[in-house]
C-alpha cells in the first residue's frame, strides 16, 4: 500500500438517532400535530404532551469554517446543541426549551442569517453548482441565489404566499436542478462549436454520438483526423453531448441564456405531483446579479400573490384560471416555443372546446 | 495573506444585499484565517471564479481520483486555467453520505469542520442536491487523509457515477405527525444493504432512494428517485370531531368549504350540517390536503405502510418522467417486512444491472421495454393501482387473453383467503 492508504469502514449511512434530540428521539413516530407560532418557528407536539421548538435558518449554503462554527455557536448558547439541514440546505435549531425561541432568533438575525422559510413563505432557493465547482456548468448557481434571495428576502420571512412557494436553479439544460413551482435554468441556443483536434485525444466516440437525444452527432473525418459532426439543423442545443466530450462547446458567453418554468410540484395534496412548463427564455444570463431574470420572478409571484386562492400552488392557481390568463396577467410573452413538440407532446394540447373568455 | 488578494469586481457585488454571502465567507477563509494553505486556495479560487464571471464560462474539468478500495465518492476538479490560479489548481470535492434524516449535534459539526480544516480548503455545503454533505475542494493527495480521518468515527463517502446514490429521507416519526413509516430505518435498512453497490460504480447509470413519510413527499422522491418509498395508511383517517368542529367555529362554513371540503380531488369529503367532517376513506386516495390544512383534527389511520414508485428522473436523456408505483401497498413493521423491501429492491437492480443499456436509468428503461415486461423481469404482478387509466390503443396482441383473466380470478381468491 502506497502512503496514506486504508483500507475503508464501509459503514455507509450513519445512525441519526446518536445526533438527535433527546426528545424527538423519545417520541419518535408519536407526533400528534403542528402549529405555526410565527414565521420560520415550528411547534410540534407528540401524543404525550411534550412539545419541540424548530427555528429555521436560510444561510449562504456554501459555508465557510467560520460560518460553520457560529453556527454551532449559537446552537451551542441560545439552543440545545441539536440541529439538522433540510432538503434546501436551510439550518434547524431544535429547542425543547420555549423561551429560548425568541433570544435564539435574536442570536441567528445579529448574525446576519434570515429565519423563516416556513408554511406560505418563499422558500430558500435550491440551487446547484455552478461555475465554483461544477465541470459543465453555463452559469453560476450560488450567485443568482445570492442575487434572487436578496430580492425575495421578505417572501421568505413572512407568509405572504397563497401557499408555499419552491425556486430552483439549474446551470445546466440536463442534470441537477429540480421541479420547481418557478425554475430558473439554463437555456442553450446555439449548437456545440467542436474543438476538433481535441476529439480524437479525449472522447469515446460512440459513446458522444449514443449520448444525444435526436441523433444529430456523426463521426466524422476532419482535416484527416477521426472527429465529430452535429447536424446543426436537427441539434436541439440540450448540452448532453458536454458531460462525456468537452471539445463540444455548448456553453457561450452570449447565446447560453436562462428560461424560467413554473409550476412543478413534487406533492401529491390535491392533485398528482407535476413537471415545470416553460413561460420565458430568451434571458440574459447577466453576472453579477442576473437582474432581468430577477424582475421575471418577481412578476410572476406578484401576480401569484395577488390572484391565487389560499392553498394553490402555482400550478393549481394556473390549472384553475388557464394559460391564457397566465400570460395576460404577467404580461409575459406567448410565442411557437412554448408549444411542446417532444414526445408525448399531444397530451399538451387543447383536445376540447374547453375556453374561457 | 501569503500572495496577493487577486481583485474581484464582480464578485465583491455579491457581498452587497441582506441575504448571507457566500463570497463574503471565501473571503474571510483568504483574510482570516490562521494557515498560509487555506488563505492561498480561497485566493485562488475567488480569482477562477472572477474570471468565470468575467467570461461568463466554467473552467473546472473533471478526472479520476479516488480513495483506496473505492471507486467513487470523490467529484475530481482540475483546473483549466491553473497557471493563473495556481493555488486551487486541484479542487476535488468529497460526498460524505449524512446520517438519515440531517441530524447533527453541534459537536459533530465541529469535528467534521475541524478534520476539513487540516485537510482541505474549509468550505462545505449540508447538503447537495443529491443528499450528500458536499465537502468542497481538496487536492488529490487530502482527499485520502480526509477521508480516513472522517472514515475513522463513522463517517463513509456517498455514490459518484453508475451507482446507487446516497439517500434521502425526511424528518418524518422524528417530529412530523403525517410520518406512516420509520424513514431512517427503511433508509438505512436500503442504503446499508447496498454498500458495495455505493462504493464501486458497476450498474448502468445511478440509481437513487428516498424516503418520505407521506404523500406530501417533501423529499421530492416520486420526481427525483428511482426508487421511492412513501408512507401511507390503508384504513379509515383518524378525525377527531370535536377538533374539526372548532376550526369551523373558528374560521367558518365557507372557508371550510372553499379550503377542504372542495380541494379533496376525490370528493371524498362533506361537510355536515353539525360541522363535523364526512370522510368517505374507499375514494379518500391520501393525497394529504385536508390533513395539511387541519392538523389537530385529521391524522392517518393505524394501518400504516408505504407505496414503492419507481422511475422518476431528470431530464437527460429522454425527458423528464415521475416515478410510478410498482408496489401499493407495503407493510414496514417487523423484520420480514423489511426483508421483503430489500428483496425488492434487490430484483430491481439485478434486472437492470442486467437489462439496462449503458447511461441508461432505471426509468427510461421501464420506458423502454414497456411496464409490464419489467414486472415480469422482478416477478411482481400487474395490478391496476399501477396505471392511471387503461390501454386507449387496440394495438396489441391479446391471444392470451383467458390465461390472463384466469390468473387475477385465481389471484383475488388467494387474496380472499389470506385476508
Ligand atoms: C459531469 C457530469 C455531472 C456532474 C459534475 C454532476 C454533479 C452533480 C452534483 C455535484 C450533484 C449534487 C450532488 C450531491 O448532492 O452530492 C448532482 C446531483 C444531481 N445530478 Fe448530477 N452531475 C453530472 C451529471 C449528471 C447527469 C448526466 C445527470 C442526469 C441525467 C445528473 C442528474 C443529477 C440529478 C437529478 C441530481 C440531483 C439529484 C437529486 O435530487 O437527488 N447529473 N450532480
Ligand atoms: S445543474 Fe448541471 S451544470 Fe449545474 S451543477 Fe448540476 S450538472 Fe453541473
Ligand atoms: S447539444 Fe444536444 S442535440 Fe445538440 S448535438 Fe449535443 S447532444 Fe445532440
Ligand atoms: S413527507 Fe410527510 S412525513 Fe415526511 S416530513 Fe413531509 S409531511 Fe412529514
Ligand atoms: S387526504 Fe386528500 S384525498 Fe383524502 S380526504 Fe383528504 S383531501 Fe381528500
Redesign the interface.
Known amino acids: 500500500m502506497l502512503e496514506g492508504q486504508r483500507t475503508p469502514t464501509e459503514s455507509g449511512c450513519p445512525d441519526g438517532f446518536q445526533y438527535m434530540h433527546p426528545l424527538m428521539r423519545k417520541n419518535y413516530g408519536n407526533w400528534a400535530y403542528h402549529e405555526d407560532p410565527r414565521p420560520g418557528v415550528l411547534k410540534h407536539t407528540a401524543r404525550g404532551g411534550e412539545a419541540i421548538y424548530t427555528v429555521r435558518a436560510g444561510t449562504q449554503r456554501i459555508l465557510d469554517l467560520f460560518t460553520l462554527r457560529k453556527l454551532c455557536d449559537i446552537g451551542d448558547e441560545y439552543a440545545e446543541g441539536y440541529v439538522r439541514f433540510t432538503i434546501r440546505s436551510n439550518i434547524e435549531y431544535m429547542v425543547a426549551d420555549g423561551s429560548k425561541v425568541e433570544p435564539l432568533i435574536a442570536a441567528l438575525e445579529k448574525e446576519g442569517f434570515v429565519v423563516g422559510g416556513t408554511r406560505n413563505s418563499v422558500a430558500m432557493i435550491s440551487h446547484t453548482q455552478g461555475w465554483l465547482h461544477c465541470d459543465i456548468p453555463g452559469t453560476d448557481a450560488s450567485g443568482v441565489v445570492k442575487s434572487m434571495m436578496d430580492e425575495l428576502i421578505d417572501e421568505f420571512k413572512n407568509w405572504n404566499m397563497p401557499n408555499r412557494v419552491h425556486i430552483t436553479t439549474a446551470c445546466c439544460q440536463i442534470n441537477c436542478g429540480g421541479q420547481g413551482d418557478i425554475a430558473i435554468n439554463i437555456q442553450h441556443t446555439k449548437p456545440p462549436r467542436i474543438n476538433h483536434d481535441l476529439v480524437a485525444n479525449i472522447c469515446e466516440r460512440p459513446s458522444v454520438v449514443a449520448r444525444c437525444p435526436v441523433a444529430a452527432i456523426r463521426p466524422a473525418l476532419v482535416n484527416g483526423k477521426p472527429s465529430l459532426e452535429v447536424d446543426e439543423k436537427k441539434c436541439i442545443c440540450c448540452g448532453a453531448c458536454y458531460p462525456p466530450c468537452t471539445p463540444m462547446q455548448i456553453n457561450d458567453p452570449e447565446h447560453t441564456k436562462l428560461a424560467i418554468w413554473v409550476g412543478g410540484n413534487h406533492s401529491n395534496a390535491r392533485g398528482k405531483p407535476t413537471f415545470q412548463k416553460l413561460v420565458a427564455a430568451g434571458i440574459p444570463n447577466n453576472p453579477p446579479r442576473w437582474p432581468e431574470a430577477t424582475a421575471i420572478v418577481k412578476k410572476i409571484l406578484q401576480t401569484y400573490k395577488d390572484n391565487a386562492r389560499d392553498w394553490e400552488r402555482l400550478n393549481d392557481w394556473i390549472e384553475r384560471i388557464g394559460w391564457p390568463r397566465f400570460f395576460e396577467l404577467t404580461e409575459l410573452p406567448f410565442t411557437k416555443f412554448h408549444v411542446d413538440n417532444w414526445r408525448g407532446a399531444r397530451r399538451s394540447l387543447n383536445a376540447s372546446t374547453h375556453i374561457r373568455f | 495573506m501569503a500572495k496577493k488578494a487577486h481583485v474581484t469586481p464582480?464578485?465583491d457585488?455579491?457581498e452587497?444585499?441582506?441575504?448571507?454571502?457566500?463570497?463574503?465567507?471565501?473571503k474571510?477563509?483568504r483574510d482570516?484565517?490562521s494557515d498560509d494553505r487555506i488563505n492561498g486556495v480561497a485566493n485562488s479560487?475567488l480569482g477562477q471564479?472572477e474570471h468565470?464571471?468575467e467570461?461568463?464560462?466554467?473552467?473546472?474539468?473533471?478526472g479520476t481520483i479516488s480513495?483506496?478500495?473505492?471507486g467513487s465518492g470523490i467529484?475530481p476538479?482540475f483546473s483549466e486555467v491553473a497557471q493563473a490560479f495556481e493555488e486551487s489548481k486541484e479542487?476535488h470535492?468529497l460526498r460524505v453520505?449524512?446520517?438519515?434524516?440531517?441530524?447533527?449535534?453541534?459537536?459533530?459539526?465541529?469535528q467534521l469542520?475541524d478534520s476539513?480544516?487540516k485537510y482541505g480548503s474549509?468550505?462545505?455545503?449540508?447538503?447537495?442536491?443529491?443528499?450528500n454533505i458536499m465537502f468542497?475542494?481538496t487536492s488529490s493527495?487530502n482527499t485520502?487523509?480526509f477521508?480516513?480521518e472522517v472514515?475513522?468515527y463513522?463517517?463513509?463517502?456517498g455514490g459518484a457515477g453508475p451507482c446507487v446514490r446516497?439517500?434521502?429521507s425526511?424528518?418524518g416519526?422524528?417530529?412530523?405527525?403525517q410520518?406512516c413509516i420509520?424513514e431512517?430505518r427503511v433508509?438505512?435498512t436500503l442504503?446499508?444493504n447496498f454498500?458495495?453497490d455505493?462504493?464501486r460504480p458497476a450498474l448502468p447509470y445511478k440509481f437513487k432512494f428516498k424516503v418520505s413519510g407521506c404523500?406530501?413527499?417533501?423529499?421530492?422522491?416520486?420526481?427525483?428517485s428511482d426508487f421511492a418509498i412513501i408512507g401511507t395508511w390503508r384504513d379509515d383517517m383518524k378525525v377527531d370531531q370535536d377538533a374539526f368542529k372548532e376550526y369551523v367555529a373558528g374560521k367558518g362554513r365557507q372557508h371550510t368549504i372553499?379550503?377542504i371540503i372542495t380541494?379533496?380531488?376525490t370528493n371524498a369529503l362533506s361537510l355536515n350540517d353539525d360541522d363535523s367532517l364526512e370522510v368517505d376513506n374507499r375514494n379518500c386516495?391520501?393525497?394529504?390536503?385536508c390533513l395539511?390544512?387541519v392538523?389537530?383534527a385529521l391524522?392517518p389511520g393505524d394501518d400504516k405502510g408505504a407505496t414503492i414508485l419507481m422511475g422518476g428522473k431528470?431530464?437527460?436523456?429522454?425527458?423528464?418522467l415521475?416515478g410510478t408505483v410498482i408496489a401499493p401497498f407495503m407493510k414496514l413493521d417487523d423484520d420480514d417486512d423489511y426483508e421483503a423491501l430489500t428483496e425488492l429492491a434487490e430484483e430491481v437492480i439485478d434486472y437492470w444491472a442486467e437489462n439496462g443499456l449503458?447511461?441508461e436509468r432505471c426509468g427510461e428503461m421501464v420506458e423502454r421495454i414497456g411496464l409490464v415486461n419489467f414486472l415480469e423481469g422482478i416477478g411482481v404482478e400487474v395490478d391496476p393501482n399501477m396505471i392511471a387509466e387503461t390501454r386507449s390503443s387496440s394495438y396489441v396482441r391479446m391471444d392470451d387473453w383467458d390465461i390472463e383473466a384466469k390468473k387475477w380470478f385465481e389471484r383475488k381468491a388467494e387474496q380472499k383467503k389470506t385476508s
Open positions: 464582480m464578485l457585488e455579491l452587497n444585499g441582506p441575504w448571507p454571502s457566500f463570497i463574503s465567507g471565501i474571510r477563509l482570516e484565517h479560487l471564479l468565470s464571471y467570461t461568463r464560462k466554467g473552467y473546472w474539468k473533471g480513495v483506496y478500495g473505492y467529484i476538479r479542487f470535492t453520505q449524512p446520517p438519515a434524516g440531517n441530524y447533527y449535534t453541534t459537536d459533530i459539526l465541529r469542520g476539513w480544516e474549509g468550505l462545505v455545503t449540508f447538503h447537495g442536491q443529491t443528499g468542497i475542494g493527495e485520502q487523509y477521508f480516513n472514515n475513522e463513522g463517517w463513509d463517502l446516497t439517500g434521502m425526511c424528518v416519526s422524528a417530529r412530523c405527525e410520518s420509520d431512517m433508509h438505512r442504503l446499508n454498500t458495495d455505493v462504493h404523500g406530501n413527499d417533501c423529499m421530492n422522491s416520486i420526481e427525483r372553499d379550503n380541494r379533496c380531488p386516495v391520501r393525497c394529504m390536503h395539511n390544512v392538523p389537530k391524522s431528470r431530464t437527460l436523456k429522454i425527458g423528464d415521475m449503458e447511461h
